[in-house]
């Protein structure tokens, strides 16, 4: 039966990036399934058609306020919480779908007061994100509490979605949590969506759009491009990947590096020119979700070097959809979804990066096989509507339950 589902997401969605993509392909997803879905979000963000959004009112002090770990949060979580009380009462959902450590907090509450079940799309450690971002010191005071509040919330939900089968462990080991509340759902790909490249090559519009870019960056027809697609911030490798790049410029290779996204553009442009290697980098800046394929396509080799070993990495999977030979740190969720076809790093080691990027460029022919195994392996493994079937079978197993007060998130005995 379709079902009345509310989201709840506490970022400036649609924001391009990461979560914003597992958020709307899900919703998309469950839409083609029948089910109606409401996401209820922060004030900032982009509108899109076919997507039901309804948001907050801004913070005074911080209208602009879009990403990142603030404090501020603290103030558009007490509108985001409002919000979704006054939207729960109107559309009247089946199942209240919370996404981050926020959104589970909040969403316990509402499903407390709808007495509805609690799903938490889990996509990280709170902890250790705030650690990422600099936002919280491992070793300093508010460390402990702060453990001990995520473990509070991994708690209250009926039902746990990870994004990947390391994330299950964790909440297992670290928090506590009982395996049977846990699902994996893996971070998927839309297939109707993410064309291989060399479909885009086939296309002369295409072949129009990569001669302008081309120019534009002053990148010569036979030189190789590696692309990175993503937030543009330290913990995402950032840094690490000019290094790199500098050092695979040095050795001779013919390379060009397009670092598409945004926030910190800048910054980085900064660290380009500081390395010398300003004329062999170009930033793009943000990309629209819709235009990620026709971007990619400009690549002969993607990079992944995101660093964290709790959060997703769906970029990833965006880069096989697209046929491009994949090189990232080794680390579970990396292996999860490259298996045997990726080409590996030693976590933060950037000559391990410089020489996995160095390798892959001077060997077309064995990153094109490599390619294509990565765009086979996601189709069959890693497409939404597989995984949308498992939410939706997690959504018919807590409207089963007989008895209303199952439905009340509670923290498990343990």
Known sequence: MPYRILMIVPTSFFGDYGCHVRILEETLALQKLGHQVLIVTYPRGRDLPGVKI?????????????????????????????????????????????HLHEGALIGAMVARVFRKPLVFDFQGSLTAEMVDHHFLNSSGKLFRPARALEKFIDH????ILTSATNQARGLIENFGVSPEKICSVPDAVNPDWFKPV??????????????????????PPRRRVVVYLGLLADYQGVGLLLEAAAQVIRRGTNAHFIVMGYPGIEKYAQRARELGIERRVSFP????????????SLGDVAVAPKMSATEGNGKILNYMAAGLPVVAFDNPVSREYLDEAGVYAPSGDVNGLASALDELLRHPQRGEALGRKLHTRAMEKFAWDHSARKIEQVYEALAQRENASAFVPARDAS
């Open 198 to 219: 060399w479909e885009f090559q086939q296309d002369a519009s295409h072949r129009h759009f990569a001669n302008a870019k081309n120019f534009l960056f002053g990148i």
């Open 285 to 296: 800046g943000r990309i629209p979700y819709q235009d990620a394929p026709r971007w990619l």
């Open 54 to 98: 309804e948001r907050t009112m801004p913070i005074p002090w911080r209208v602009n306020y879009e990403v990142g770990s603030s404090r501020h949060k603290l103030g558009l979580d007490v509108f985001l919480a409002s919000r979704a009380l006054r939207a729960a009462r109107r559309f009247k959902p089946d199942i209240i779908h919370a």
């Open 156 to 159: 209250l939900p009926n039902k």
